[in-house]
């Protein structure tokens, strides 16, 4: 079917022809209207969004799932810092209890708390919606996580330690490294004179006097850390580190037995009684060190000990 066509009069010629304008004029109608429309539809967008504070429903979608995701970041930080509650009751028994029952050294802050590197390591969070609050909540993950790695490295040293427990009981030093029949005690762990430099001054150890060239015997199993000459301090001084935090000093000794390196057992002779070093008679300087710190041998002794039992624990060859 054709199209209806437009005729107009045309007084020149005095006869109708074919309008052909009108399909100009629609074509420049109708751009005019898309035109107009288009114009309008921005100018809402401007008015409803810029000036009267609309948004539109995507912004509003957005939006909702902007404020869900803060909600869950902070939800996240308030699980982080019931975690990190748990986390330092742990760390408090495994300084104060766990660690020091073997003689563990205290682990320090500065293991714990291993450096985290710069803010770049959030700079994804800058300019972005609730930054502030990301950037806390991945700080304190970050940190949470450093520290439960260093406990669970902490924990695996408390159990090859535990593992050892057998060997604790001979390790520790528990017997006297001289015959308690045959020495007295001359001067006790503490504060006193000293006999030589004439002033007060704190003893490290204890003092057991008797005959020179008496055998001398390790207190507990070990390995020799030391076995040096001080001529103007300790004499002949052997150290034994007997592991789980003790160690022992044997000083003014007449000669030595063992040599740095060397492993040995509960009651090995190890030297003589003697005078060397800054001594006024013969004796023997003894400590207990434990952590590092000089703490009283006496009690690590029994005086009660009888000749025959201590006859079986040390050995004189």
Partial sequence: ????????????????????????????????????GL????????????????????????????????????LMDARLGEQEEELRD?????????????????LGADVRDAALGGEERYASFLGLDHQQLMTATARRLDLMTRRAYAQSLS?????????????????????????????????????RFHPIRGAVVFHEGVDLA???????????DGVVESAEVNFHGYGNVIV???????????????????????????????????SSGLSTGPHLHYEVIYRGQQINPWNYLNPDVSPEEYSKMVRNG
């Avoid at 401007?46 to 902007?66: Q, S, Y």
């Avoid at 742990?90 to 205290?106: A, C, H, I, K």
């Avoid at 528990?174 to 045959?182: G, Q």
């Fill in 155 to 191: 924990f695996d040293e408390v159990k090859v330690f535990s593992g050892r427990a057998g060997d604790m009981a001979s390790c520790i030093p528990s017997i006297y490294p001289v015959n308690p029949r045959t020495v007295q005690l001359t001067s006790p762990f503490g504060a």
């Fill in 240 to 274: 034994i580190d007997h592991g789980f935090g003790y160690k022992t000093r044997y000083a003014h000794l007449r000669d030595m037995r063992v040599t740095a390196g060397q492993v040995v057992i509960r009651g090995d002779k190890i030297g003589t009684l003697g």
């Fill in 210 to 220: 008797g005959p020179a060239g008496q055998n001398v015997y390790a207190t507990g």
């Fill in 90 to 106: 742990l760390t408090l028994r495994d300084n104060l209890v766990y660690r020091p029952v073997f003689g563990m050294e205290e």
């Fill in 39 to 74: 114009a309008l539809f921005v100018l809402y967008y401007i008015v409803f969004t810029g000036k009267l504070g609309v948004e539109t429903p995507k912004a509003l979608l957005l939006e909702r799932r902007n404020r869900n995701l803060a909600d869950q970041v902070s």
């Fill in 1 to 36: 079917m054709s199209r209806a066509k437009n005729y107009i009069f045309n007084e020149q010629t005095e006869s109708y022809e074919i309008d052909r304008r009108s399909a100009r004029s629609t074509l420049y109608r109708a751009g005019a209207i898309l035109l107009s």
